[in-house]
């Protein structure tokens, strides 16, 4: 059996920090323990670790994690598994942010004296930022954060202006007739400061 040992605390932010195995094998080196380290990845995974995280809780390179990986097909199905059930609980809680809802709370209220627990209905609305994260991960084409516009084509804008100029007339500097100011008086009623 091999024997467990407390890792070493390094420093943050280093890169070549010497790592202590959680578990070393009678040679002195990291050793695969089936027991240990499945039921660790399943619980780091869960709380969102990656796999360079994963690697140095266990006190080893990500190069060996991905060959025990390999080597053991019950540890990668562990991992698989763990960060799939994590993602798959954050979209659902992202996709419930993402909408309208309605909810049942309720409010504690005196009447006649003693304290009840009245239920009412609340509509929560939707986070607008919850909505693209989701937008994003389910079509990054299409709503992705990093994703870059076409260019502008300003030839063809100018055309598409000049032709809606052509169909309503360009009113900004076209006169209006009295009898048009009077329709648009009675729309709109009379101006709020008079000039």
């Known amino acids: 059996m091999a024997k467990r040992k407390t890792p070493a605390t390094g420093r943050a932010g280093t890169k070549n920090i010497r790592r202590t195995p959680l578990v070393v094998g009678a040679n002195g080196k990291p050793a695969y323990d089936s027991d240990f380290h499945i039921v660790a990845a399943r619980r780091q995974c869960l709380l969102g670790a990656s ?60 009447i006649d004296g003693a304290a009840q627990a009245v239920p009412y209905r609340e509509t929560v609305l939707q986070d607008v930022t919850a909505a693209r994260h989701w937008l994003a991960a389910r079509n990054p084409e299409r709503w992705g954060l990093n994703r870059t516009e076409a260019p502008r084509d300003h030839e063809n804008e100018e055309r598409q202006l000049a032709a809606v100029r052509a169909l309503i007339g360009d009113v900004s500097v076209r006169k209006t007739s009295s009898s048009e100011d009077a329709a648009v008086r009675a729309l709109i009623g009379p101006p709020l400061v008079s000039g």
């Open 51 to 110: 796999d360079a995280e994963l690697a140095a809780d266990f006190g080893v390179g990500v190069s060996t994690l991905y060959a025990w990986r390999r080597q053991f097909p019950e540890l990668d199905k562990a991992i698989r598994h763990a960060k799939r059930l994590a993602d798959g609980v954050i979209a659902e809680s992202l996709y419930e942010a993402a909408q309208q809802r309605v909810v049942t709370q309720e409010k504690v209220v005196v």
